[in-house]
T-cell receptor
Framework: KAGVTQTPRYLIKTRGQQVTLSCSPI?????VSWYQQTPGQGLQFLFE???????NKGNFPGRFSGRQFSNSRSEMNVSTLELGDSALYLC???????????????FGPGTRLTVL | KNQVEQSPQSLIILEGKNCTLQCNYTVSPFSNLRWYKQDTGRGPVSLTI???SENTKSNGRYTATLDADTKQSSLHITASQLSDSASYIC???????????WGAGTKLIIKP
């Protein structure tokens, strides 16, 4: 069974640009969540989707957005990139409606975004 | 304020030794507590998930304990191996929307 895949793995952008990251969950999983991890920091929750609906949202500015498609694949978009957006962006999938309830989260390898 | 605090921030031990990592939380209402292992540059991997009624849960050489009264959890690693070098993160689930709060992690280094 294939794991969670994220594309691209590495990305370099300049300030002011926008970026779209993609996440394909494990087959059969309908919940996808996104996290930002900066060096030395814990994971910061961005948003969580189930069946194309956003279930939870973290405390990030409106420049960060996401969506989920009918095949459970998810994308997140960051507009008007800032230097502080440089981070590892992780995607996690699970089967149930809320990843936090009892389901095990399975993480992808992440997308390393560098903003110059 | 809902918080998850882990200690120590970092820990260095010799291969073969045991160690215990701590996690204190102040969330309400509590749903469950998880421990993850994260290797450098990779996504976290789930070690255990414990609900309110579970006091102890093991996964190989990893044993997690939970005291819901004192809001404390620990992760005990037995007979450490070099591959145990990683960050260990405590995560607490709370609320009606089952939100997760992630601790900052304990960076564990195993030396030969």
């Amino acid at each position: 069974k294939a794991g969670v895949t994220q594309t691209p793995r590495y990305l370099i952008k300049t300030r002011g640009q926008q970026v779209t990251l993609s996440c394909s969950p494990i087959s059969g999983h309908r919940s996808v969540s996104w996290y930002q991890q900066t060096p030395g920091q814990g994971l910061q929750f961005l948003f969580e989707y189930f069946s194309e609906t956003q279930r939870n949202k973290g405390n990030f500015p409106g420049r960060f957005s996401g969506r989920q498609f009918s095949n459970s694949r998810s994308e997140m978009n960051v507009s008007t990139l800032e230097l502080g957006d440089s981070a590892l962006y992780l995607c996690a999938s699970s089967f149930g409606k809320f990843q936090g309830r009892t389901d095990t989260q399975y993480f992808g390898p992440g997308t390393r975004l560098t903003v110059l | 304020k809902n918080q998850v605090e882990q200690s120590p921030q970092s820990l260095i031990i010799l291969e073969g030794k045991n160690c215990t990592l701590q996690c204190n939380y102040t969330v309400s209402p509590f749903s469950n507590l998880r421990w993850y292992k994260q290797d450098t540059g990779r996504g976290p991997v789930s070690l255990t998930i414990m609900t309110f009624s579970e006091n102890t849960k093991s996964n190989g050489r990893y044993t997690a304990t939970l005291d819901a009264d004192t809001k404390q959890s620990s992760l005990h690693i037995t007979a450490s191996q070099l591959s145990d070098s990683a960050s260990y993160i405590c995560v607490v689930c709370w609320g009606s929307n089952y939100q997760l709060i992630w601790g900052a992690g304990t960076k564990l280094i195993i030396k030969p």
